[in-house]
Nanobody, 122 residues
Framework: VQLQASGGGLVQTGGSLRLSCAAS????????MGWFRQAPGKERVFVAV????????FYSDSVKGRFTISRDNAKNIVYLQMNSLKPEDTAVYYC????????????????WGQGTQVTVSS
């Protein structure tokens, strides 16, 4: 499956953005979908994950209550709604697809999008 992330940009502290990740292929619903982010000079870290059906979600503590992951299997898209953004949210955001179990571990993901830059100004 090929993944294309979009929706990043520059926003002020407290603002909102919605990231989208469009997937090619007809097996989107087979994959657990995750969002990760990587700040300059830091490792890529887990942000959020959603199960195949969309019924289960899990978030990192740093974004819980501010970000919402969702998916539309009919449109082959996964979203990340980001509210109350903070400067520490500044990073390149990546979507990823995992054909196995729901996981927060990046090495378990099989496919990755190209990333979209999110910059939050103070």
């Amino acid at each position: 499956v090929q993944l294309q992330a979009s929706g990043g940009g520059l926003v002020q502290t407290g603002g909102s953005l919605r990231l989208s990740c469009a997937a090619s292929g007809h097996t989107f619903g087979y994959y657990v979908m995750g969002w990760f982010r990587q700040a300059p000079g830091k490792e890529r870290v887990f942000v959020a994950v959603i199960s195949r059906s969309g019924s289960d979600t899990f978030y990192s503590d740093s974004v819980k209550g501010r970000f919402t992951i969702s998916r539309d299997n009919a449109k082959n898209i996964v979203y990340l709604q980001m509210n109350s953004l903070k400067p520490e949210d500044t990073a390149v955001y990546y979507c990823a697809a995992d054909g196995g179990r729901t996981t927060t571990q990046a090495p378990n993901y099989d496919y990755w999008g190209q990333g979209t830059q999110v910059t939050v100004s103070s």
